[in-house]
């Protein structure tokens, strides 16, 4: 019911997104732009000598922004949706990718290209997470992710953004009933939430860097004032994108996490039992397939 609910609100928002207002207005201060794409892979071998696995990969994405600026108020607003999954050989369908983010900021001219500006950003996934033993280690809502901000956002053209925060909170939620009670994603056991205030910084920068070739990448630092503040969060994620041409596109996205709360897989001991210990997360996709852009 939760995922029939977030597909629904995340469906909506995006028809909203293009729908022809019913009275006519000024949108000349408006950008907006939207990119859908789907990529799919399949490999089989018979009487193969060199060895392989059949396999069936699928995978989309979803990116839209809607960007004012007019005067001395700006608001910007992204949507970044990913989600993919392959059946290889006699294993079950397993997923690739798993991401739902949402980012929006408002903000009142200070001066020239500076901007007050408060901020926020929800992160969370569709489906269930698995590790290689089939144990449950995420699923919808666990974790969710909501950070709020208030401070500056340096803003010199349309494709640039620093925005410095000395006052943000990080809310971390597990509604996972097992995932709750061992603790998962530094939430205390057997509670669903845990509250962080410190300091945020974030940069973003989108810009076609050759000709058919477009960089879209974001990098967020947060700082927990109140425990560890050297102990910084780390979330950066970059997306390349290859034009072939109007609808063909080669696409490499990177993503790396480090957040010192969460514990990631280290593996299992000679009894088989997981191994969880403090680590870089980081995820690359490399995918060939339809891209359409509104």
């Given at each position: 019911m939760k995922k029939l609910l977030v597909l629904l609100v995340l469906s909506?928002?995006?028809?909203?997104?293009?729908?022809?207002?019913?009275?006519k207005k000024d949108t000349s201060y408006w950008d907006k732009g939207a990119l859908f794409g789907i990529q799919f892979s399949?490999?089989?071998?018979?009487?193969?000598?060199?060895?392989?696995?059949?396999?069936?990969?699928?995978a989309g994405l979803h990116k839209s922004n809607a960007n004012y600026l007019k005067g001395n108020k700006s608001w910007a607003n992204t949507l970044d949706i990913n989600y993919g999954i392959i059946?290889?050989?006699?294993?079950?369908?397993?997923?690739?990718?798993?991401?739902?983010?949402?980012?929006?900021?408002?903000?009142?001219?200070?001066n020239n290209?500076?901007?007050?500006?408060?901020?926020f950003n929800f992160r969370t996934q569709f489906a269930p997470g698995f590790n290689t033993k089939k144990d449950l280690i995420s699923d919808l809502f666990s974790p969710a992710y909501i950070t709020l901000a208030l401070g500056?956002?340096?803003?010199?053209?349309?494709d640039f953004s620093f925005a410095l925060s000395p006052?943000?909170?990080?809310?971390?939620?597990?509604?996972?009933?097992?995932?709750?009670?061992?603790?998962?994603?530094?939430v205390e056991p057997g509670k669903n939430v845990r509250y962080e205030f410190g300091?945020?910084?974030?940069?973003?920068?989108?810009?076609?860097?050759?000709?058919n070739v477009v960089l879209d990448t974001k990098l967020q630092l947060f700082s927990n004032y109140m425990e560890n503040p050297q102990n910084v969060d780390v979330n950066w994620d970059a997306l390349i994108t290859f034009k072939v041409n109007k609808y063909l596109s080669f696409n490499i996205l990177a993503v790396l996490i480090y957040d010192h709360d969460i514990l990631v897989p280290?593996?299992?001991?000679?009894?088989?039992?997981a191994i969880n210990g403090r680590g870089v997360q980081f995820k690359e996709v490399l995918s060939f397939g339809v891209i359409y852009k509104i």
């Open positions: 909506r928002f995006i028809v909203f997104s293009q729908e022809e207002p019913s009275v399949q490999s089989s071998f018979y009487q193969w000598t060199a060895g392989g696995e059949n396999s069936i990969a699928l059946k290889q050989g006699n294993r079950g369908v397993r997923k690739t990718d798993d991401r739902i983010e949402f980012n929006s900021a408002y903000g009142q001219r200070a290209n500076w901007f007050y500006t408060g901020s500056m956002d340096y803003k010199p053209n349309k006052i943000a909170g990080k809310i971390t939620v597990v509604t996972n009933d097992s995932l709750k009670s061992i603790g998962a994603f530094g300091g945020l910084m974030r940069v973003a920068w989108k810009k076609e860097v050759l000709t280290k593996g299992f001991n000679i009894e088989g039992i």
